[in-house]
């Protein structure tokens, strides 16, 4: 029977009523079906990990109650598995937040199952790990040791569901594996069956970034129109035994499933499609067939899978000092003369009031700001009237805090003693938490799930 999941997040802060319409779908049908919340990035494991070291009972999603409390009764009662990594830093406490939601919703005995294994920076010193592509930072020192978290694979959340989890918590794990997890444990697909692994892989693949495959983050006005981008439908994977996928949304809602959403998906993050590589299975898409059944429904065949990588990718985060921001407008006539003057008397003012080890950037957004580089040689060359509305950012960051706001407070002195017309200004500072990837051996990562509450367990090879 056709296996339905559905999605309901595809990122830390997407919108807390996506799931409503994807569960109300999900039970009309009445078929086999899952609810996956993918919450998780790499700067947002990082943001977890330095709020838990001021807080050590925060560190999971922040909205995790807003996301679960609209559907986690619907789910419960129709038996809807729902499985996020909304656990983040800390999935001990989203598991606990998720036992209070369904004994509010009615559940007080409903089985939340927890992956254990992400974490390893109690045991990094002793690991074999390898450069992941081009990084070259080396190992931080223990004292700056934040995190170091490990991509699991879907084999500990299949163990959860085959434990009769109805919610299954994790922390870090590739993102696709979600949606990989509940499709082995409803098909008992073999771990060694690469193609069909593949097809579940790229079921998540499909739709991990939540809308994005039904028309979110892919409107361009007058070259690719999408209607309803407000009531914007989260995608439904079908999945058949043979490993053929048919991506839809709800009925009612905005967006759309077209040729063109599917393909920019699938090729979203994916650096050499011939070998995509994930815990489970290197995925092969070069034969990939993508065809319109009907209105937002498109068919994925041809998907292969080749054995899994010997190594695991995983993300080391560290303290990196402190980052620093501020911000002032300038508008009008000459509002972009007036801009460019403002960061210049910066740059000389921070030339002898910071130390040389400052780093700082600033842009004019509104002219150039996201495709310029740190020495701003996009602002000197590019033409841009000189009339409008622009703002001067400045970002900084030293091992000290007193640097930083040092250097915004230069920014904030051109109120009075820069251009005309400055105004509006925001400053802003915080701890800097810098992440490295690293590739730790398959051999060296125990991966096993348990049920909220249990004491013993059995462990998993990731």
């Not at 800390?90 to 254990?116: F, I, K, M, S, T």
């Not at 974490?119 to 070259?136: K, V």
């Not at 251009?419 to 925001?426: D, E, L």
């Amino acid at each position: 029977m056709t296996f339905l999941i559905g999605s309901g997040a595809g990122f830390s802060g997407d919108r807390t009523d996506a799931a409503i319409p994807v569960v109300a779908e999900l039970i009309r049908r009445g078929q086999p079906s899952a609810l996956v919340f993918e919450t998780l990035g790499e700067r947002t494991l990082a943001a977890a990990h330095r709020v838990m070291r001021d807080d050590p009972d925060a560190g999971y999603e922040p909205l995790l109650g807003e996301l679960l409390s609209p559907v986690l009764r619907d789910c419960l009662d129709h038996g809807i598995a729902i499985l996020g990594n909304f656990g983040a830093a800390n999935p001990a406490g989203a598991c606990d937040v998720v036992a209070r939601l369904a004994e509010q919703a009615g559940y007080p005995a409903a089985r939340v199952g927890r992956v254990h294994g992400d974490d390893i920076r109690a045991r990094l010193d002793g690991l074999d790990l390898s450069p992941w592509e081009a990084e070259t930072r080396a190992l931080p020192r223990d004292q700056a040791l934040i995190s170091a978290n490990v991509y699991l694979g879907a084999s500990p959340m299949v163990q959860a569901l085959e434990l009769g989890a109805e919610v299954v918590v994790t922390g870090r794990v590739a993102d696709p594996a979600l949606f990989l997890a509940p499709l082995m444990h409803h098909f008992g697909w073999a771990w060694n069956d690469w193609d069909r692994l593949a097809a579940g892989m790229m079921a998540g693949h499909l739709g991990e970034c939540g809308a994005q495959v039904c028309g979110g983050y892919f409107a361009d006005p007058g070259v690719k129109a999408v209607p309803g981008l407000a009531t914007l439908g989260y995608p439904i994977i079908e999945v058949e035994a043979d490993g053929r996928l048919v991506v839809t949304k709800p009925p009612g809602t905005g967006g759309c499933v077209t040729e063109q959403t599917v393909k920019e998906q699938l090729l979203y993050e994916v650096h050499d499609p011939a070998n995509y590589l994930t815990p489970d299975v290197v995925v092969d898409l070069s034969h990939v067939s993508v065809r319109l059944l009907g209105t937002d429904r498109v068919e994925i065949s041809g998907i292969r899978g080749k054995p899994a990588p010997e190594r695991l990718k995983t993300t080391v985060c560290y303290e990196g000092g402190w980052q620093g921001e501020a911000e002032i407008s300038y508008a009008g006539p000459n509002a972009l003369a007036r801009a460019h003057l403002a960061a210049d008397v910066l740059r000389e003012r921070l030339a002898f009031r910071a130390p040389p080890e400052l780093r700082k950037r600033l842009d004019i957004v509104g002219h150039a700001s996201v495709f310029d580089d740190d020495d701003g040689e996009m602002q000197r060359r590019l033409p841009a009237a000189a009339d409008g509305d622009y703002r001067l950012r400045l970002a900084v960051e030293h091992a000290e805090r007193a640097w930083v706001e040092r250097a915004a407070q230069e920014l904030l002195a051109l109120y009075c003693a820069g251009p005309a017309g400055g105004g509006g200004v925001r400053r802003q500072f915080q701890r800097r938490v810098c992440t490295a990837s690293y590739l730790v051996k398959r051999t060296d990562v125990e991966a096993f799930a348990t049920l909220l509450e249990e004491s013993h367990h059995a462990p998993l090879a990731s």
